[in-house]
């Protein structure tokens, strides 16, 4: 039976990748997320045609509350429940801390760690009600280890790993897991942009960030591909995967054994 499966920022890169990995096996898939309607209803439109399932496009902006709430309940209006939900919209920014934008230090919090708490919030009772349900929250090696000038990013991603145990913590009994996933990097928009930032930050050449900074803090020197985060979505989505709870998994080129 087709399982529902939320994904935030979901119209690109590694949301996108798991939001098709699950219309693979044959989910009805809610996207969000922004950009130019043309595309989203592209993507929409080629995600349904691949589950032959349902498919549809909530714009929820992750930064309100209110929307976040709409987005689990469209979902469920919709599809009857949300089996998967899948925290993974986020943003980045790299400046020092003395000149980071207090703005963007609470666009970044707000995106990255506290819309997990709100989608949490509207989804746990669904599940609780079906007695079954995961959650997959899309952290980063950042969750576990530091980088300069990327303060925001990195303690709203090692906040989540808090809320990931917490929350499993707390659902132990009722058949919902919640688990987080720390990929290195993925050659997204998201590490595209932040690359001409870096090399500023650190009087580098956008060349020189990629194979100095980038790849070099993966050992296996390879970006993660982001359909290979889309295949362990699966796998902590299945059946099998039951008893992992409370955990993280890194996908991270060996980047957090150094
Ligand atoms: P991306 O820029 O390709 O995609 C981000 C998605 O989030 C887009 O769909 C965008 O529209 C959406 N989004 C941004 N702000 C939003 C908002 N306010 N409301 C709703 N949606 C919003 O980025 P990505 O690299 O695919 O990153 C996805 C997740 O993976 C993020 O949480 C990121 O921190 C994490 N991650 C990425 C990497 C990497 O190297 N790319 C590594 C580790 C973790």
Redesign the pocket.
Known sequence: MARTVVV?????????AIATAFAGKGDNIVL????KPEEIKGITERLEALSKAGAIHHP????KPDEIVDLIATAAKTFGGVDVLVN?????HVEKIEDFPIDKWDQIIA??LS?AFHTMRAAIPLMKEKKHGRIIN?????ALVASPFKSA?VAA?HGILGLTKTAALELAETGVTVNAI??????????E?QIPDTAKARGMTEEQVKTEVILKAQPTHEF?K?EEIGALALYLASHEARQVTGTHISIDGGWTAA
């Open positions: 935030t920022g979901s119209t690109s890169g590694i949301g996108l969000n997320g922004f950009g929820a902006d992750m930064t993974n919209a986020g943003i980045q995106i990255n819309s899309i952290a980063s090696a950042h990013y991603k720390c990929p290195g990097y993925v050659l997204t928009p998201l590490v942009k993660v982001a």
